[in-house]
Every structure is written in structure tokens, then in C-alpha cells.
């Protein structure tokens, strides 16, 4: 699979609020990505998960720490079909 890079400027304050050094930050923020496209259907649970760096029951426990339900899709999919 091929990656591709992406950067972006985050003023030293913001890293300082967070109390976190630039690999933890980056990481969260790579996490926060993949939860927020999952969130608005833009990727499905596993390509969300590919976009974490986990693996996709890992990403479905990780979406409680952001009061995200898992499988809502899924779930809008459902209730779509039974109207």
C-alpha cells in the first residue's frame, strides 16, 4: 500500500496547551481525522481504521473516548430501508 505524506503547521502553543510532544500529536490528530470522516460517513469503519494506524475493532472501541456510535451507518442504513 502506498502512503502519502501530508504536513501541517501547528504553532508550538498549541503543542504546549496539549501537553504533547509532535509524534503524540500527530497521531491524535490523525486519529481525530479518521473518526470525524467515519463519523460523517465518508469512510467506511475500516478505511477510517486504515487512516488511524489501527485495526478496525480497535477503532470501533476507540470511537466511546469520542461519543461516536459505532455501526450508525450501518444502523441510518437500517431504518432507511424500513420507511
Same mark, same amino acid.
Given at each position: 500500500?502506498?502512503? $502519502? $505524506?501530508?504536513?501541517?503547521? !501547528? ?6 496547551? =496539549? ?5 503524540? *500529536?500527530?497521531? =491524535? @490528530?490523525?486519529?481525530?481525522?479518521? !473518526?470525524?470522516?467515519? =463519523?460523517? +460517513?465518508?469512510? %467506511?469503519? +475500516?478505511?477510517?481504521? =486504515?487512516? /488511524? +494506524?489501527?485495526?478496525? @475493532?480497535? *477503532?470501533?472501541? %476507540?470511537? $466511546?473516548?469520542?461519543? @461516536? *456510535?459505532?455501526?450508525? /451507518? ?5 431504518? /432507511?430501508?424500513? @420507511?
Amino acid at each position: 500500500m502506498a502512503l $502519502q $505524506q501530508i504536513t501541517i503547521d !501547528v504553532p508550538e502553543k498549541i503543542l504546549l496547551a =496539549e501537553k504533547m510532544n509532535t509524534a503524540d *500529536f500527530a497521531k =491524535e @490528530v490523525q486519529t481525530l481525522a479518521a !473518526v470525524k470522516l467515519y =463519523e460523517l +460517513g465518508r469512510l %467506511t469503519s +475500516g478505511r477510517a481504521a =486504515e487512516l /488511524a +494506524g489501527m485495526s478496525r @475493532v480497535e *477503532f470501533l472501541l %476507540t470511537l $466511546q473516548r469520542y461519543k @461516536v *456510535f459505532p455501526l450508525s /451507518a450501518e444502523l441510518e442504513d437500517l431504518e /432507511a430501508s424500513n @420507511v
